[in-house]
């Protein structure tokens, strides 16, 4: 119960790998405010965790990340009902696959509004809160495919590499607050196997076999590393990129 009672929000918490990373804080007894566009569902899954014995408590916070007003707003009334944020897991984001011949700046700028100017806008607006409070941790979920590249993700990973790039030079700022900032890579979590055509099994298969750890990923595999960024445990690590993917990428 390393991060018992601390507040923390998790963009795009209410479906995917957010849904994980809510439910492993809730465990662990975070306030956890789980803060999607789609406030509906993240109602939804609040009362859920609420009413399923969590040792935290979750909060719904409808909001959308590339609005510097309803970020604003958001922060403010997470502020309202607990007084403070400890914590915040950047890790709201889309990854549409297109040609690069095919993006076009329409398609380049929502990439890159939801996937990286949302990480600069709540970092921006919980700052304040945390310099106050003498401290705070900020995650920023990125992806290995920084280290590898893959064709058809061109906007996406260039989006994610700017990811890597804010974590670094925002810890160096920051730091003197008592504020850490890092970020997680995740690989490639499959869906459950009755949901993959027989193309993307095989395509799984082929990324296991470049794995040194030869087993598909699951979100357990994530939310572990990403409590360990949240806690104290981790409060002398700053301005660094753990990659949790099997072994595939190096850097």
């Not at 590339?66 to 709201?92: K, Q």
């Not at 705070?136 to 280290?147: D, F, M, P, R, S």
């Not at 890092?182 to 196997?193: F, H, I, K, R, S």
């Not at 806690?231 to 850097?251: I, N």
Request: charge should be negative; proline fraction near 5%; hydrophobic fraction near 45%.
């Amino acid at each position: 119960m390393r991060i018992e009672d601390r507040v923390v929000i998790v963009t795009g918490g209410a479906s995917g790998l957010g849904r994980h990373y809510c439910r492993a804080l809730a465990d662990e007894g975070a306030r956890v405010v789980i803060a999607d566009l789609k406030g509906e569902n993240a109602a939804d899954f609040a009362e859920e965790l609420n009413s399923t014995g969590s040792h935290g408590r979750a909060l719904a916070c409808a909001v959308d990340v590339t609005s510097p007003e309803g970020v604003d707003a958001a922060v403010a009334e997470v502020v309202d009902a607990f007084g403070t944020i400890d914590v915040v897991i950047n890790n709201a984001g889309i990854y549409p696959h297109q040609p690069f011949e095919d993006i076009d700046l329409e398609s380049w700028r929502a990439v890159m509004s939801v996937n990286l100017d949302s990480i600069f806008l709540v970092s921006r607006s919980v700052l304040p809160i945390m310099r106050e409070h003498g401290g705070g941790k900020i995650v920023n979920v990125a992806t290995n495919l920084v280290w590898v590249g893959l064709a058809g993700m061109v906007h996406y990973i260039a989006a994610k590499s700017g990811v890597i790039g804010f974590t670094r030079a925002l810890a160096r700022e920051v730091g003197p607050y008592g504020i850490t900032v890092n970020a997680l890579a995740p690989g490639a979590v499959p869906p459950p196997l009755d949901r993959l055509s027989p193309a993307s099994r095989t395509s799984m298969d082929s990324i296991i076999e470049y794995q040194c750890v030869r087993r598909p990923e699951q979100p357990e595999d994530l939310a572990k590393v990403l409590l360990f960024l949240a806690s104290p445990d981790s409060d002398f690590m700053s301005g660094q990129v753990v990659t949790v993917d099997g072994g595939l990428a190096f850097h």
